[in-house]
């Protein structure tokens, strides 16, 4: 959120020291990992149901934060007691609720915001949404009367397999229920009764949601992230068409570009109606931000050229010399992130400078995935230390979650059980010996060699994924 309102001319109060609000913020889950990576932070969250904030509030006393604050409150009760907020979010809310609620939500965040505050609101969007209500419909329809939500997702599935293997395999529907189905597959059931079983379901239009934020005095800052390279805001023909269709319209571009992409999901940033928000990204907002990159470097194909690869397997080549040294220099240090002035003097030696055609240069690769645009550091371990120390949070997660929130605020899977084991031991108490004798006890089955090769893997895991700490 800080990174995306500098990119757009906007001083958001520094992420070291800012009022984070979260509206609906369920156990806290999002917002304790937060308040334990910024410890100079003030975080604040209420939800109307009470048993996940008993639950969070337990997780708060167990791990002795003393900078967030949990409480069960009724949106349409909150009001401007709470103070200003520099970063608010309302995360799976404003389509799934009713009109004075989703009313209400725009309307808190148009009263505490700080004059730079941004905040961040998900929603399901129209045309794609479209989709979504029919195949809700249709599960709901078929499970009528069941009252157990995760069996009622299993029934609605099963429906809509039984329709799609009713439709010949050319059918463009059957190919539209086969993409959905794979979605709902891989996600926890209770994210499918949440997002197409709950009992409020209102998809919106963007640019009906942009004239709801600005009824109370907000305007739309950005997507929270930049598009991935695939998508059409790049294909230059389709951006001629639609430049011309939008007349200089921004919200009318952005809605003709969901209507291309039939779009059914967002991630929006709204700040205060009376900000000047830049479109074009100034060069001089870069030296504000940090930079990390998690790319591996080798040679590339190409003669004189180098190759850039993502864990996930996006690849690029390079021979631009400023590119090689951002990029190798960046991955030599992650999961760190470092600012530019720490990075210039190298880019200066080869050739890179901050200019347009730099500034340009930096979001291509950033949309490439290839660097990440942060609007601080975390806390993150600057090497594997001999007696590595994970994070509270995650040591914590490790007890109870299949997965944990790293430094990053990243999700890590623990659905291995020895890279849970090994989690569990790593509070700053054990080196290499003990935790190999740790192991070894936990899973006498292994080999040594088995426990020492699981040991280090591991261990380079948590490292990289940033589950270390300082």
Not at 137 to 165: C, P
Not at 286 to 303: K, V
Not at 363 to 371: D, E, P, Q, T
Request: proline share 6%.
């Amino acid at each position: 959120m800080a990174a995306m309102a500098i990119l757009h001319g906007l001083s958001p109060a520094p992420v070291e020291r800012c009022r984070v609000l979260e509206i609906a913020c369920g156990d806290g889950a999002n917002l304790i990992p937060m308040a334990y990576a910024i410890p100079g932070g003030e975080f604040v969250g209420f939800d109307l149901a009470l048993s996940p904030i008993e639950r969070g509030q337990e997780r708060i006393h167990e791990l002795g934060l003393q900078n967030i604050k949990l409480f069960q409150r009724d949106l349409l009760e909150v009001g401007t007691e709470l103070g200003q907020f520099d970063y608010i979010t309302a995360h799976g809310l404003y389509a799934w609720v009713p009109e004075p609620v989703r009313d209400r939500m725009l309307a808190l965040c148009g009263e505490l915001l700080t004059p730079d505050g941004i905040a961040f609101v998900s929603y399901n969007t129209l045309p794609g949404g479209h989709l979504r209500v029919m195949l809700r419909e249709m599960m709901l329809y078929s499970t009528q009367g069941i009252g157990d939500a995760r069996e009622r997702v299993v029934q609605g599935i099963r429906f809509l397999e039984f329709l799609k293997d009713a439709r010949e395999e050319s059918d463009a529907f059957r190919a539209l229920l086969e993409t959905q189905l794979a979605k709902m597959k891989k996600r926890d059931p209770a994210i499918t009764c949440h997002d197409e079983m709950t009992e409020a379901y209102h998809p919106v239009y963007f640019s009906g949601f942009v004239d709801h934020a600005r009824r109370h005095g907000l305007q739309y800052l950005s997507d929270a992230e930049l598009p991935p390279p695939p998508d059409p805001c790049y294909s230059g023909q389709i951006q001629a068409a639609l430049e011309d269709a939008a007349g200089g319209d921004d919200v009318r571009r952005e809605q003709l570009l969901d209507f291309v992409r039939m779009r059914m999901y967002r991630e929006t940033l709204l700040c205060r109606a009376d900000r000047a928000v830049q479109r074009g990204f100034a060069p001089e907002s870069f030296r504000r931000l940090y930079f990390a990159s998690h790319a591996s470097a080798s040679p590339g194909e190409a003669p004189g050229s180098t190759a850039f690869v993502l864990p996930g397997g996006i690849r690029m080549e390079s021979n631009h010399a400023g590119v090689t040294a951002l990029l190798t220099r960046l991955g030599s240090v992650w999961p760190r992130a470092l600012g530019f002035d720490e990075l210039e003097p190298l880019l200066a030696e080869n050739g890179f400078v901050l200019d347009a055609n730099g500034a340009a240069l930096l979001i291509r690769l950033a949309i490439a995935k290839m660097i990440e645009l942060h609007g601080w550091q975390a806390p993150v371990a600057q090497t594997l230390a001999e007696r590595p120390k994970a994070s509270a949070v995650c040591l914590q997660e490790a007890s109870s979650r299949p997965y944990a929130t790293s430094l990053l605020h990243e999700a890590v899977s623990l659905e291995d059980p020895q890279v849970r084991a090994l989690l569990k031991l790593l509070d700053g108490t054990r080196d290499r010996d003990g935790l190999r004798a740790a192991m070894s006890a936990e899973f006498p089955d292994e080999s040594g060699e088995e426990v020492d090769a699981g040991l280090e893997r591991s261990l380079s895991l948590f490292y990289a994924a940033g589950v270390l700490q300082a």
